[in-house]
């Protein structure tokens, strides 16, 4: 198992930032990649962003230029930094980490409970 925690949602005004934190715990021996999806009332979840062990990273159109996705492997945490944000950037945000399993391609996917961010225009 692997346990997400997240951190840093709130209200924010148009134009302002937020940062958002996730740590990981448990068995992260095999995690690889972790990112931000987010989930808008009556949307389907959309990934925000994600990161590989190594730093490659996949960033949404809707936020390219404006997110950061960073993540410090020793403390096992990955940020999402948002920057410029608009109303439809409202969302619960939910922290992602994909597990391999070993000698497989297979991967297991942990969610954390979610943190909601509100843009006010």
């Known amino acids: 198992q692997v346990h997400l925690v997240e951190s840093g949602g709130g209200l924010v005004q148009a134009g302002g930032s937020l940062k958002l934190s996730c740590a990981a715990s448990?068995?992260?021996?095999?995690?690889?990649?972790m990112g931000w999806y987010r989930q808008a009332p009556g949307k389907q979840r959309e990934l925000v962003a994600g990161i590989t062990s190594g730093g490659t990273t996949n960033v949404a159109d809707s936020v390219k230029g404006r997110f950061t996705i960073s993540r410090d492997n020793a403390k096992n945490t990955v940020y999402l930094q948002m920057n410029s944000m608009k109303s439809e950037d409202t969302a619960v945000y939910y922290c992602?980490?994909?597990?391999?399993?070993?000698?497989?391609?297979?991967?297991?996917?942990?969610w954390g409970q979610g943190t909601q961010v509100t843009v006010s225009s």
């Open positions: 448990g068995d992260i021996f095999r995690v690889n990649t």
């Open positions: 992602n980490a994909q597990r391999g399993v070993a000698y497989t391609d297979y991967v297991i996917n942990y």
